[in-house]
């Protein structure tokens, strides 16, 4: 089982995740993680804090000579903004924030429950993402995740073409490339408002097979589901065609099975291709050989520089939101950190599905796992 926690405020010393179960025998290359906290960081509209941070992952344990030893990984981020013990409470709580309700439900100030809700947090998820890239990378799986609508503007199309996707503007953040959705941050940050949009993840390279129809806890869309919609401000997650899917009739919606008798016996997908791909890559919570494509709603943030209606916690009465600083958009971030917690969970269903302690072992299971199929596939005639 692969699993892990995180640990930290955003204005504390720093942010911490233990995973557990990584297998032994990656080696944990820094520099891969480092691009993702990159990406993450960058994009157009972010806040001031950005500017202070630069974040790079500190591996504390779990390694030996640079390779994972399969003991629990510790990683560290260290926030370069740490301020927490000078901070005051905010007077009055922001909606669409956890400040009041979280308040009421530790009994604590409100500086306590926004410090740990924060997205700051999916710093740490992004790294934790990026030790799971390390060995889907091994497995020949890729993840990757960007806009597709940013502030109700359709992003420019985006090719699956690997060589074309790293050298495209809207993988890469840089949503300068647009000049429409440009205008649309600048306009929001001069209504001292803000703007969210649409993300989307793509997986490629899966195994049939990962997750199972047998139980709904162990259901792939259900654990993807559960994972995209633990990001801060996402509030919506989509399978495939998702809700579009209940607007059209069975025959729009089913994808069509076809079969390639010249297939390689390496073919991950024993032959069997689908002309459409409306399932995102998963039927029966279980990974059918098609790209897994997930895509998330992110909602504009709440934190509004013009300040959101609110309460006086002392004296009840009207009176602005607390503003400290803000981002006005944080999409492109919010593409990273679906891809990241998206890749964390792919890998985290390998290690169920070919249990292994090792690298190694996980490879062997695989490989052992794709003959017993292609025997199986074989013998089908007679098992009808
Ligand atoms: C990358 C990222 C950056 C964010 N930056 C801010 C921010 O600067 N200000 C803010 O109020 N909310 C920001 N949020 C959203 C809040 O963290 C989130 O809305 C809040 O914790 C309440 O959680 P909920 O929206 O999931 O209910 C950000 C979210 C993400 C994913
Ligand atoms: C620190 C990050 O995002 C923060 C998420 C966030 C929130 O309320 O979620 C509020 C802001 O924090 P601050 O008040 O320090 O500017 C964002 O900058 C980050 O993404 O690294």
Known sequence: MLRYMT?????????TAIVEGFPAGVTLDTTVIDRELERRQGGYGRGKRQTLETDRVIVDAGIYHGVTTGGPITLRLVNRDAKLERLIQPPAPRGGHVDLAGAI???????????RASARETA????????ARLLLTELGIDVFGYVIELGGIAAPPLSLDLAVRDASPVYTLNPEADAQIVAAIDAAQKAGDTVGGVVEAV?????????????????????LAAAVMSIQAIKGVEIGLGFEAARRPGSKVMDPIRYDPDHPASDRRFGFRRPSNNAGGIEGGTSNGEPIVVRAGKKPISTLAARGPSINMATKAESPAAYERSDVCAVPAASVIVEAVVAFEVASAIVDKYVGTSLDAIRTSMAAMHELNREHLAKWADQV
Do not use: F
């Open 203 to 223: 997986v490629t390279g899966c195994p049939i097979g990962l997750g199972t129809h047998a139980q709904w806890d162990r259901k792939l869309d259900a654990r």
């Open 124 to 131: 740490m998820r992004v790294a934790v993402g990026g030790l």
């Open 105 to 115: 439900n530790y009994q604590t100030g409100i500086r306590q429950v926004l410090e």
């Open 7 to 15: 640990s930290g405020e955003s204005h504390g010393q720093a942010l």
